[in-house]
């Protein structure tokens, strides 16, 4: 069973509108948590990490919120753009080794 | 602008050739590359930590004859893919941190190189 599991996998949404993911993690001793937005056909690009005793963190119109003892994290999308249209990974590593767990993504396509 | 640069974006090539692609890292120096495979839908696999002027340490089950990774300079890593399949065809992505630990500090992704063997 893979260590960071996302939801839901694809999500289609009109421009202007916000949506929320979700990551869920089984990743233990937590280090930090990251999301990266990752065009098709392109690499990931990174949009926040947050350590355990950070709750939320903001780049732009993107939010991410981390609970870490639920071991859970949100990516909130606000005011939707086409440009928003991709694969939003979690990933998330663990103290004490070099080695990161990531999510499948989740695929957003955001239509006018 | 881009921190990490991976050439070539798109490589097409023949059943039984070799094809390498580069990693450069663009405003520092990275003692520690590490190489991923993506097929679609997927995430990212690590297929092996690259180290400068040493051997690359390869993950399980992944060929390191078949998979050949260089890292002549704190600002280079190249990955051979020998003798290539079309099994082999795969989205491969390099990254590094100015830190040279993928757990501590921004890690950085390369535009990744899409590779077709027919």
């Known amino acids: 069973k893979n260590q960071v599991e996302q939801s839901p996998q694809s999500l289609i949404i009109l421009e202007g509108k916000n949506c929320t993911l979700q990551c869920n993690y089984t990743v233990s001793p937590f280090s930090n948590l990251r999301w990266y937005k990752q065009d098709t056909g392109r690499g990931p690009v990174s949009l926040t990490i947050m350590t355990f005793s950070e709750n939320t963190k903001s780049n732009g119109r993107y939010t991410a919120t981390l609970d870490a003892d639920t071991k859970q994290s949100s990516l909130h999308i606000t005011a939707s753009q086409l440009s928003d249209s991709a694969s939003y990974i979690c990933v998330v590593s663990a103290k004490g080794n070099n080695r990161l767990a990531f999510g499948k993504g989740n695929q957003v396509v955001v239509i006018p | 602008g881009a921190v990490v640069s991976q050439h070539p974006s798109r490589v097409i090539c023949k059943s039984g050739t070799s094809v390498k692609i580069e990693c450069r890292s663009l405003?520092?120096?990275?003692?520690?590359m590490f190489w991923y495979r993506q097929f679609p839908k997927q995430s990212l696999m690590l297929m092996a930590t690259s180290n400068e002027g040493s051997k690359a340490t390869y993950e399980q089950g992944v060929e390191k004859d078949k998979f050949l990774i260089n890292h002549a300079s704190l600002t280079l890593s190249t990955l051979t893919v020998t003798s290539a399949h079309p099994e082999d065809s795969s989205f491969y992505i390099c990254?590094?941190?100015?830190?040279?630990?993928?757990?501590?500090?921004?890690?950085?992704f390369g535009e990744g190189s899409r590779l077709t063997v027919l």
């Open positions: 405003d520092f120096q990275a003692t520690t």
């Open positions: 990254s590094a941190s100015r830190s040279g630990s993928a757990v501590t500090g921004e890690l950085f």
